[in-house]
């Protein structure tokens, strides 16, 4: 069964420099997120990316934050200057429009680890 | 804007008991839908189920079903004959229909604990 793969599975990063989360989708599918999820809270929307360009953003995903789909395959989120409270488990996650259900498929996570 | 809110930070059920996970919501829009996932300790994000607003029938997965209460806005997830892996944190969610992009509004989640 088609999985979204992400890596690394941890990150270990010093405040202040710049770290890229990959992710590889589903092929088949348009739609691609990132969320994130600080230890021991809720899950929350960072932002979305479709046909190239972004969709929508939240409140979190200020100028530190990039996303890009630099080939067919690959969707990377760049954070260019870390900070602690960028500590956090970064979920990317895929949805195939042709379905009717919507249903978003998340990928195991990468853990960052600022320090 | 949307809220979803879980009330039960955890719980507790025996093995093979039925076991129902509060979710209710809060939204303005006529058309939504809303996601159960399951998060075990290993952390990843496991789809469980899926409820559209307009579905008429409740939806179900296996020994998952949603007990959807449009009038009451709940969307409790129901557990039957529980498995010593259904031990996770299960989070409800919403789609947000505005936009094209469909994004998830999560719950704090509940923490569900199968004992034997």
């Known amino acids: 069964e088609p999985e979204v793969t992400q890596t690394p599975s941890h990150q270990v990063t010093q405040m202040g420099q710049e770290v890229i989360l990959r992710c590889v989708p589903i092929s088949n599918h348009l739609y691609f997120y990132w969320y994130r999820q600080i230890l021991g809270q809720k899950v929350e929307f960072l932002v979305s990316?479709?046909?190239?360009?972004?969709?929508?953003k939240s409140e979190i995903f200020d100028d530190q934050f990039s996303v890009e789909r630099p080939d067919g395959s690959n969707f990377t989120l760049k954070i260019r200057s870390t900070k602690l409270e960028d500590s956090a488990m970064y979920f990317c996650?895929?949805?195939?429009?042709?379905?009717?259900?919507?249903?978003?498929?998340f990928g195991p996570g990468t853990r960052l680890t600022v320090t | 804007a949307q809220k979803i809110t879980q009330t039960q930070p955890g719980m507790f059920v025996q093995e093979k008991e039925a076991v129902t996970l509060d979710c209710t919501y809060d939204?303005?829009?006529?058309?939504?839908?809303l996601f159960w996932y399951k998060q075990p300790s290993s952390g990843e994000m496991i789809f469980l189920i899926y409820q559209g607003s307009y579905d008429e029938q409740n939806a179900t997965e296996g020994r998952y079903s949603l007990n959807f209460q449009k009038a009451r806005k709940s969307a409790n997830l129901v557990i039957s004959a529980s498995q010593l892996g259904d031990s996770a944190m299960y989070f409800c969610a919403m789609r947000d229909f505005t936009g094209t992009a469909s994004k998830l509004t999560f719950g704090t989640g509940t923490r569900l604990q199968v004992t034997l």
């Open positions: 990316f479709y046909n190239n360009e972004i969709s929508e």
């Open positions: 996650a895929s949805r195939d429009p042709g379905t009717g259900q919507y249903e978003q498929y």
């Open positions: 939204t303005s829009d006529q058309s939504y839908g």
